[in-house]
C-alpha cells in the first residue's frame, strides 16, 4: 500500500495540539505520528506539506433535523435579508405561492421576531383555496392560512393538545394561525416526497454534513417514531453519502421502539438509538409539562433503558429540567440548548453530573436580535459555553440544523470572539478557545453522544480525518468568520 506522510502539521489528537508533527498513513491506518524533524524521506511514498494547517479528527454534530434540512433545502424560503416592511413580507409571500405548482404550500424561514405582526388573516389575502403552510426559523412553530387550518381540523374552538399552542389574537381572541411545537398536527396532511426523491433531498443534505467535515450526526427531533427510524435506515443503507446517524426517539413515541424489542443503542446499519428527546417549554410563565409530569417522562425513559436529552431554552425550562433529572438520576442524560444560564444552573448542572448539548453559531447568526431585544442581565445569561467548560460540565457542539449554520467555523469563530454577524459583542466573558471548541465537535461530543468507542488519532487507529487550511497558531479571525469548506477528508 501507498504509503503518505502528511508532514509539518499542527495535529489536534482530541486532548492538544502537536504543533510541528507528522502522520504516516498507509491503507487508510495511521502507521506513524511523530515530530516532523524523526521522519526520514525513505519510509514513506508521497509526502503532502501541511505547513500551516490543522489535522483533526472528523467532527460530531450533537443535535440537528435531518429530515427537516432535506425539506429546508428543497422548499422555498424567505429571505429575511430582503425584508424591511410587512408589505415586502407579505411580497415574497404571494410569489412564491403564485409561483408553485404544489396544492399544499410550505414556505420555510419565517422569523418570529421579525414577523411585523403577519397572522393567518394576511396569508388568506393570498389565498383562501391553498394551503398554506409558513415554518419559523426556529422550527418550532408554524403560521397556517384558515384553508390550512380547516383541513388539519382546528377551529376556534378547538382544544389545544399537551405541549401544543395555539396562539391566539389579544384584542379578539380568535386564533391568529400560529400554532407552536404542533408540527405532528399538520405532517399528516403535507404530501410525502417518494423515496427516490427524499434519498436525493437526504443525499445532497448529507453532503453538506459531508462537505463541513461531519461524519457522526445526531437526529434529535421530538416528532422521531419508528417508521422515521426504519425510513433513516432504508436510506441510510442505499446511500453512501450518509454519514452515521445517532436517532433520538421523541418521548411520546417511546413505546413503538420498546414494541420492536429496540433499546439505546440499539444499531441497524449505520444508525444507532440514542437519548429519548423530551420537550420542555413554557407557556404563560409556566412548564409544559410541568415538573411532576416530566419527572414521570425522565422516570419511564430511565426505566426502558433510555437516557433523557430534554429540549430546554429559556431559563425557566433549564431550572426545571436541571431539578427533574436530579430527582431521577441516570447516566448520561442531557439537556439541549440550554441559552440561559446563571452561576447557580451551572454549579447545579456539574453536581448532577447533566451533559449539554449547545450551538456556538446561534452567537453569530442570532445575537444581534439578541442585542436588540434582550435586557442586560439577560444577555449576561446567554450561551454561558465558556463558564460550562471551565467548571468541568462536558459541553458537546451542535448546528442544530436548518435553525443554524452547518459551518463549524461560524461556532468556531463565534465561540472564540463572541461576536454577531454584524461585528457587536455578546456576552464577551464567556470566550471558548478553539481548543476547546475542538473538542466539544470531537472529544466531547463522543462522550455525550456515547460514541467514546470511536477512535482518536494515535498509531494504528483508522479514524476519520481532516486537513483544514487553518493556521491554528496564528489565527486571522477575520478570515475564519467567513471560510465556507477548506476542509478535506485524509480517509
Known amino acids: 500500500m ?29 502507521v506513524a505520528f511523530d515530530k516532523a524533524s524523526n521522519f526520514e ?31 429546508y433545502m428543497n422548499s422555498p424560503q424567505i429571505d429575511n435579508g430582503e425584508i424591511n416592511s410587512k408589505s415586502d413580507l407579505i411580497q415574497q409571500i404571494e410569489n412564491i405561492v403564485n409561483n408553485s405548482k404544489e396544492y399544499w404550500i410550505r414556505i420555510f424561514g419565517l422569523n418570529n421576531t421579525n414577523s411585523f405582526n403577519i397572522n393567518k388573516n394576511d396569508l388568506d389575502e393570498i389565498s383562501t383555496t391553498l394551503p398554506i403552510v409558513i415554518v419559523l426559523d426556529s422550527l418550532h412553530g408554524n403560521l397556517l392560512n384558515s384553508k390550512a387550518l380547516e383541513i388539519i381540523g382546528i377551529s376556534e374552538y378547538s382544544n389545544e393538545p399537551t405541549g401544543v399552542t395555539f396562539d391566539r389574537e389579544i384584542n379578539s381572541g380568535n386564533l391568529s394561525g400560529y400554532i407552536f411545537e404542533g408540527d405532528h398536527l399538520i405532517e399528516r396532511y403535507i404530501p410525502k416526497s417518494s423515496m427516490s426523491d427524499l434519498n436525493d433531498q437526504v443525499g445532497q443534505v448529507s ?10 450526526i445526531n437526529d434529535a427531533s421530538i416528532n422521531n417514531n419508528f417508521i422515521k427510524f426504519e425510513l433513516l435506515c432504508n ?15 421523541g418521548f411520546p413515541y417511546l413505546n413503538e421502539f420498546s414494541r420492536e424489542r429496540l433499546k439505546y443503542n ?75 444560564l446563571y452561576d447557580e444552573d451551572i454549579q447545579n448542572i456539574k453536581n448532577n453530573d447533566i451533559h449539554i448539548s ?73 470566550k471558548v478557545s478553539i481548543i476547546d471548541t475542538l473538542k466539544m465537535l470531537t472529544t466531547f461530543n463522543k462522550t455525550i453522544t456515547n460514541s467514546e468507542n470511536l477512535k482518536s488519532i494515535q498509531i494504528n487507529s483508522n479514524t476519520k480525518m481532516l486537513l483544514i487550511d487553518m493556521d491554528i497558531n496564528n489565527i486571522d479571525i477575520h478570515l475564519l468568520k467567513n471560510v465556507n469548506s477548506s476542509i478535506k477528508w485524509i480517509n
Open 207 to 216: 453532503k453538506i454534513y459531508q462537505d463541513n467535515g461531519y461524519s457522526l
Open 2 to 30: 501507498e504509503k503518505i506522510l502528511y508532514s509539518n502539521a499542527n495535529i489536534f489528537d482530541g486532548n492538544k495540539i502537536h504543533t510541528n508533527s507528522s502522520l504516516l498513513i498507509s491503507d487508510s491506518k495511521i
Open 266 to 340: 440499539s444499531t441497524i446499519g449505520s444508525v444507532r438509538l440514542g437519548h429519548c428527546k423530551i420537550m420542555l417549554t413554557t407557556s404563560s410563565g409556566k412548564t409544559v409539562p410541568n415538573f411532576e409530569t416530566l419527572s414521570k417522562q425522565i422516570n419511564e425513559s430511565h426505566r426502558a433503558g433510555f437516557p433523557v436529552a430534554i429540549h430546554a431554552v429559556d431559563n425557566l425550562s433549564v431550572k426545571t429540567a436541571i431539578k427533574a433529572i436530579g430527582k431521577n438520576p441516570f447516566e448520561n442524560d442531557r439537556i439541549e440548548h440550554s441559552s440561559e
Open 358 to 430: 449547545t450551538h456556538p453559531s446561534f452567537i453569530y447568526d442570532r445575537g444581534d436580535s439578541y442585542l436588540k431585544d434582550k435586557n442586560q442581565l439577560d444577555l449576561n445569561s446567554l450561551y454561558r459555553i465558556g463558564s460550562l467548560i471551565n467548571s468541568g460540565v462536558t459541553v458537546g457542539y451542535s448546528s442544530d440544523a436548518p435553525v443554524s449554520s452547518v459551518n463549524p467555523f461560524k461556532g468556531i469563530y463565534a465561540n472564540f470572539t463572541r461576536c454577531t454577524k454584524s461585528g457587536n459583542s455578546l456576552n464577551p466573558s464567556e
Open 235 to 249: 436510506l441510510a443503507s442505499s446511500n453512501s453519502l450518509i454519514p452515521k446517524i445517532i436517532f433520538m426517539p
Open 41 to 71: 524521506s525513505n519510509i514513506f511514498d508521497r509526502r503532502i506539506d501541511c505547513t500551516g494547517m490543522l489535522i483533526t479528527e472528523s467532527f460530531i454534530d450533537s443535535h440537528t433535523h435531518l429530515l427537516s434540512f432535506s425539506s
